[in-house]
């Protein structure tokens, strides 16, 4: 399907290659999670590996239904090929009108969001890699997609995921009231 915008192709840049996650991908995603602490990492091995398998699976499921290529895409170096970590597009379900940028309407409603996902072993952290992966997933986003906008969020104590935002140049805003999923988002738009 060449001309799908919604295939999961293969992006490289001068560090990185960008792919889809196979099989053998298990063990260095489940010593990723464990390694940044992140809440997932919990997950005995056999979730890890279903999830994979669901994730797998999902990449030519979105192609074959002209759906957005959402999930995780494996991280490596180019040079050698070493597992640095994640990047994807995931769905992002806030009330993003309550943010002030948006409108700053204090009941609104959630509304969905191409969201941004990077995660990387702390051994590729500090190196300009999330930056890096990230810019390949959002110009893939408006040159092949389409997409007029997309997202990320963090928690407020989340510096290292909000400086990546200012280097990809998003607009940054603060959501302050108690809300587990919209704390910081950063906003890019396409143009």
Known sequence: MADNPFAVPVLTTD???????????????QELFEAIGWDGSRQDRADRAAWLTW????????????????????V????????????????????FARLPSWGGIADAGR???????????????????????????IDHAFA????????????????????VMRRLGMSIDRYDQPHPGLQVVGLKRAG
Not at 55 to 74: F, I, K, M
Not at 145 to 153: P, Q, Y
């Open 76 to 95: 490596v170096a180019r040079d050698g090929g070493r597992f640095l970590g994640l990047v994807g597009y995931v769905p992002s379900f806030e009330p």
């Open 144 to 163: 092949a997609m389409a997409v007029g906008r997309i997202v990320a969020t963090t928690t407020h104590d989340n510096e290292a995921s909000v400086a």
């Open 111 to 137: 509304t969905m969001e191409l969201g941004l996902f990077w995660a990387f072993h702390p051994s590729a952290q500090g190196q300009g890699l999330a930056t890096e992966a990230a810019w390949a997933l």
């Open 15 to 29: 560090r990185l290659e960008i792919r889809r996650l196979v099989g053998d991908d298990l063990a260095a995603c």
């Open 55 to 74: 994730t797998v699976a999902s990449y030519d499921t979105h192609e074959n239904l002209y759906q957005p290529p959402l999930g995780e895409r494996a």
